[in-house]
């Protein structure tokens, strides 16, 4: 029985130091990104494409980022199949939904249907959850 007691210890430790961890990540991301913006604003100002410091080469790059706004996805994807890019386009399903999905429908049917059987991989894992005690 000791055992499980320490592993249980061990366990609360390591999710307590995961859970410290991930926190200090966000804090290290936010200053990332605005000493990043800070500097590159510096830059500009200053008409610095890119320059050496300490052996590393920091320069000027412009990324783009795009998004299909919800209302219009269908017509833009009919657009991009249209017009020969139609290997942008794909269609997916939620893993987490799926995987809640195929749950509830092993507890009500206790097996898949038929045309579902041999084409979903199922993985069951158990694991250990915790909660402060008197809840």
Do not use: C, H
């Amino acid at each position: 029985m000791q055992t499980i007691f320490e592993l249980a210890a061990k366990l609360k430790t390591l999710r307590e130091e995961k859970k410290e961890l991930e926190e200090k990540l966000k804090v290290i991301e936010t200053e990332i990104e605005e000493t990043e913006n800070q500097l590159s604003q510096e830059m500009i100002n200053s008409e610095v494409q890119n320059f050496n410091k300490d052996g590393t080469t920091f320069y000027l790059q412009t990324k783009t980022y795009a998004s299909i706004r919800p209302e219009f996805k269908q017509q833009v994807y009919d657009w991009l199949k249209a017009n020969g890019f139609e290997s942008l386009v794909y269609e997916t399903v939620n893993a987490q939904r799926f995987s809640a999905f195929i749950k509830e429908l092993l507890e009500e049917e206790d097996e898949l249907p038929g045309e579902l059987k041999d084409k979903v991989n199922i993985f069951e894992k158990i694991t250990v959850g915790m909660r402060k005690a008197g809840r």
